[in-house]
């Protein structure tokens, strides 16, 4: 009986220790779960602030486009406008007017081509930034 009793000390502890050990182990496990909720709470903030983002460069990219579409039209007004003011030029040149007429006719081509360029710089620059986003 002693020795029974000796024997089922020993499996006692022996099933203390590996409870112990499991107990730990289901402690560790534990904590590995919630760091890795942790992480992936991160994670998932992260993709939401992103989808965030990519629908603001979206709206920002339409609103860049119609910019564009804008700028184009009013370059295609403004070359209009210059063609019509050259051939009213060589209208001019080739009739008897005043060469003050002439003088202001040219002024405003020059203006129109100004603004020609100005509307060209303006375009690529939108292109520029659609293409970027």
């Not at 022996?14 to 107990?23: A, F, K, P, T």
């Not at 920002?60 to 050259?86: D, F, G, P, S």
């Amino acid at each position: 009986m002693h020795s029974e009793l000796e024997s089922m000390t020993r499996s006692k502890s022996l099933v203390d220790e590996q409870l112990y050990r499991l107990q730990f182990e289901r402690a560790d496990l534990l904590k590995r779960i919630d760091e890795d909720q942790d992480d992936l709470n991160d994670l998932m903030q992260k993709h939401k602030d992103l989808i965030a983002q990519s629908a603001a460069d979206i709206g920002q990219i339409q609103e860049l486009q119609l910019q564009l579409e804008e700028a184009k039209k009013e370059k295609h007004r403004l070359q209009e406008q210059l063609q019509v003011a050259q051939m009213r030029i060589e209208y001019l040149e080739k009739s008897t007017v005043d060469r003050a007429i002439v003088s202001r006719q040219e002024a405003v081509i020059c203006d129109l081509e100004n603004k020609t360029e100005f509307q060209k710089v303006q375009i690529k620059r939108f292109e520029g930034r659609a293409s970027g986003q």
